[in-house]
């Protein structure tokens, strides 16, 4: 060492800046690395974290869904009701007392008793007021503002979420007497019951 | 940690997403929707309604409802898009003092902004319920052709809502996200967005991570609506020729029929041919009609001929405005409910000379891409963003040829993954490790990786030695294979740098050939399982003859040695494994005869006397008996 000095020494013994350079930049790096390594460590944690809160999260939802997973087919069985309100809907009063229909009444209750014990509910719609919550409006005639007055599709509840709402034709507020010859979608409403 | 959100804010319907899991995933609203109707009202008690709500009751309320309003945002009233537009609307649209669009809402104007604020203010809400946290960042998307000042009105819209809008970014950019494309490298993809009322064609360059439009192209007015029209209009043409009654004028009888079509367009996706049936549709003088149709993929598809060709104009007018052929497209990619149409489909494989990539749910690709966005800029997923798997299981050669799966397919990378194997023969002092690529079950049929060879083992019988391999794939990709003799903690490795392994098309095939040899491979190793069973019955069953020799009677020894020929001979001549199988039962069953027999030689020799019988069974808790070791 003491060689090293003699041999820089012309006068003035100079600070081996060299060497105190590769320290100091040997510093810096280590510095670095470190404040990466703790950045990287809490990178990890949030992750984990995040990991662990997912899969909380998703089995809750998954559990809550599991009651809705009916829907779909629900929804589709629905249409069958519909059809089947229809028929009994214009039966011939001669083919009412006939015991073969009767059969069919009672398979069309079962349906309902199937429906209801899955937790489906019939959406109060006729009369009532018009509310899009639970209603689709799918046309306005004169009546009463903002009330039901024909229901052309019922609706229904799965536990407390619409399962498919009341499609109905509200009250624009006018009275029917000045709109006699009404629309022409009211007049084929009567045709078509 | 705060969470970002990404949302497809759409001229028809809105969708909101978030990053979960490394996947952008849709929030439902709390009626359980995955689609918001980008529809504002304001009802006749002065309360504002967004979303489904306000959709439902649009019809009586028609002046005060607000939709479609993406047709007017950042742009003047007089231009002439907006002119034509506002024909089709509805209710009132003004212009203010600057010219900008002004709808009306009961007493007060307001700004596409502000309508569409509200909009966004729904969907913040019902992320914020979802996700059990406040939400203030969010990406949203804009169609490619919006220009600035259209970008500038949807930001404005997100701050006027509450959000920090991070970026507004294009609605096929955010689509290729979700599709993972901007990990591939440079491309040029072409987005195919046939939604429910517009079409748009987008081809964009990827490079480097970055996205840049070449061109756009499309039709604002085609759409899976007009599909579902052509439908209508042929079920009440076919009623009109069946019944003589023309169902147009019966309004619940033409909303019925609109379900249907709409139900037997999405059917047709996936089968050949349905039933319409629609009973009770109407009546007259004769009593009730019913309305019951076969409609086949065949017939849907020349029904619908012309709108599908539609789609063909504006992608060859895009390639062209971006100076390309069909061919230098490397993707497509499909956007919008409507592209689950076969025809579509084919009509897109034909245009661009390839197959479309949908991997990707085509109704949530925008909102998922955006999300995806979201993610990265919030800056906590940005490592984990670049999470890939490893898109074929990477295991070792065991005995027998077969390929033993230590990592399986599709495991998230990094990760790390160990098995403890042993020795096949007595004595044995190395074990090679053959590392391979694949999903076949024969080590011959996949791709090989890598070998290497741990020596030093302590020579023992066959089986005892524990040599723990050990697999771990690091987060760039690098794969690093250990193992280690548990007794002297002797090691060996390899590593195998990312990507020697199989291409991408290469691993197609290799999937394609797994499914396609799927029965046959499983065979193969089960044949292999059976030899070495057999193998390791015979091996045992000698081993055990030899501990025991004094303690066995000579009737026995025989009978076992002479099954133990047998299965040896069997297994040199490849006896066919069913009869492998039998002959190791039988086998087993006989070498239980070892084990009785010492037992009642010890008996006898006990002659009943406590004490002999006690050191007995401190003889017997040292010796192993019958233990199979498989390999």
């Known amino acids: 060492m003491v060689d090293e000095k003699k041999d820089d020494a012309s006068g003035v013994a100079e600070p081996n800046s060299e060497d105190g350079d590769g320290e100091k930049s040997e510093l810096e790096s280590l510095q670095a690395q470190l404040d990466e390594a703790i950045a990287e460590k809490d990178r990890y944690h949030r992750a984990y974290s995040d990991s662990v809160d997912f899969s909380r999260r ?67 719609a006729a009369g009532a007021a018009f509310d899009p919550n639970l209603h689709e409006a799918i046309s306005r005639v004169p009546g009463p503002e903002g009330r039901i007055l024909e229901v052309l599709q019922k609706g229904y509840m799965l536990h407390d979420r619409v399962l498919r709402p009341a499609l109905v034709q509200v009250g624009d507020g006018s009275t029917s007497g000045g709109a006699s010859d009404g629309s022409e979608a009211e007049s084929a409403d009567d045709q078509a019951r | 940690m705060a969470r970002a959100i990404g949302i497809d804010l759409g001229t028809t319907n809105s969708v909101v997403a978030v990053m979960e899991g490394g996947e952008g995933t849709v929030i439902p609203t709390p009626e359980g929707n995955r689609l918001t109707p980008s529809v504002v009202a304001l009802n006749k008690n002065g309360e504002r309604l967004v979303g489904l709500v306000a959709k439902r009751q649009a019809v009586t309320n028609p002046d005060q409802t607000i939709f479609s309003v993406k047709r007017f945002i950042g742009r003047k009233q007089n231009e002439a898009d907006v002119q034509q537009d506002t024909k089709l609307v509805p209710y009132p649209v003004a212009a203010a003092p600057n010219g900008d669009v002004r709808v009306t809402m009961g007493d007060n104007q307001y700004s596409p902004q502000e309508i569409s604020a509200m909009i966004l203010q729904k969907l913040k809400a019902d992320a914020e319920t979802y996700l059990g946290e406040t939400v203030t960042d969010a990406v949203i998307t804009v169609p490619a052709y919006f220009n600035d000042s259209q970008r500038q009105a949807t930001k404005d819209a997100g701050t ?46 990827i490079g480097e991570g970055t996205f840049h439009v070449r061109s756009t192209a499309g ?25 003589g009654i023309d169902l147009r004028s019966d309004r619940s009888a033409m909303q019925r029929l609109r379900e249907a079509a709409e139900r037997a367009k999405l059917e047709l996706s996936t089968v050949t041919q349905t039933e319409l049936n629609l009973p009770f549709i109407t009546a007259d003088a004769s009593g009730p009609k019913h309305l019951a149709m076969n409609l086949t993929r065949a017939q849907l598809e020349s029904l619908t001929a012309a709108l599908v060709e539609r789609t063909a104009g504006p992608c060859r007018q895009a390639l062209e405005d971006a100076g390309l052929s069909a061919g230098q497209v490397n993707e497509v990619i499909l956007v919008g409910g409507q592209t689950r149409m076969p025809a579509i489909q084919e009509k897109v494989t034909q245009i661009f000379q390839k197959e479309p990539n949908r991997s990707v749910n085509p109704d949530e690709a925008v909102a998922a891409g955006a999300a995806i966005q979201a993610g990265v800029l919030t800056g906590d997923v940005q490592d984990l963003l670049l999470l890939d798997v490893t898109p074929l299981s990477l295991g070792i050669e065991t005995l027998g040829g077969v390929a033993t799966p230590i990592i399986p397919r599709n495991t998230t990378i990094p990760t790390s993954k160990s098995q403890t194997f042993s020795t096949a023969a ?44 050990t697999f771990d794939i690091d987060a760039n990709g690098i794969l690093n294979v250990n193992a280690k003799d548990q007794a002297t903690n002797r090691e060996q490795k390899i590593v195998i740098q990312a990507g020697s392994g199989l291409s ?83 086998l087993s069953r006989l070498v239980q005869e070892i084990g009785q027999s010492m037992y009642a030689q010890q008996g006898a020799d006990a002659g009943g006397a406590n004490g002999a019988s006690g050191e007995a069974s401190a003889d017997d808790s040292e010796t192993v008996e019958g233990e199979f070791r498989e390999v």
């Not at chain 2, 809008?165 to 494309?181: D, F, H, K, M, Q």
């Not at chain 2, 090679?432 to 890598?450: F, T």
Request: cysteine-free; aromatic content about 4%.
């Open chain 2, 504 to 586: 991408s098309d290469e691993i197609e095939q290799m999937t394609k050939d797994a499914e396609a040899h799927a029965t046959e491979d499983a065979q193969r190793r089960e044949e292999v399982e059976i030899r070495n069973t057999a193998d390791s019955a015979a091996y045992a069953a000698e081993r055990l003859l030899e501990e025991h020799k004094e303690a066995i009677t000579d009737d026995v020894r025989d009978r076992v040695q002479a099954k133990v020929t047998e299965v040896r001979q069997a297994l040199e001549q490849n006896a066919p494994a069913e009869q492998l199988r039998t002959l190791t039962e039988e």
């Open chain 2, 219 to 243: 039709d604002t007015h085609l759409g899976g609506d007009d599909f579902d029209n052509a439908v209508v209009d042929w079920m009440i043409d076919e009623f009109l020729k069946q019944e």
């Open chain 2, 426 to 469: 007595d004595g044995q002092t190395s074990v090679e490790i053959h590392v391979l690529q694949g999903e076949r079950s024969m080590a011959s049929d996949d791709k090989s990786l890598g070998r290497f060879m741990l020596d030093g083992i302590p020579p023992s019988p066959r089986g005892m030695p524990q040599i723990e391999v």
């Open chain 1, 58 to 124: 998703a089995g809750e939802r998954h559990s809550a869904e599991l009651q809705y997973a009916t829907a779909p087919v629900l929804t589709q069985l629905l249409s069958s009701v519909d059809d089947l309100e229809r028929a009994f809907g214009s039966i011939p009063d001669t083919m009412l007392r006939m015991t073969w229909v009767e059969g069919i009444l009672l398979i069309y209750r079962k349906l309902q008793g199937t429906l209801e014990s899955s937790g489906v509910t019939e959406i109060e």
């Open chain 2, 160 to 205: 006027i809502a509450g959000l920090n809008v991070l970026r507004i970014i294009n609605e096929p950019t955010a689509s290729s996200l979700a599709y993972g494309l901007d990990k591939k490298g440079e491309e040029i993809i072409a987005v195919f967005d046939l939604g429910g009322g517009t079409f748009d064609i987008s081809i964009l360059e």
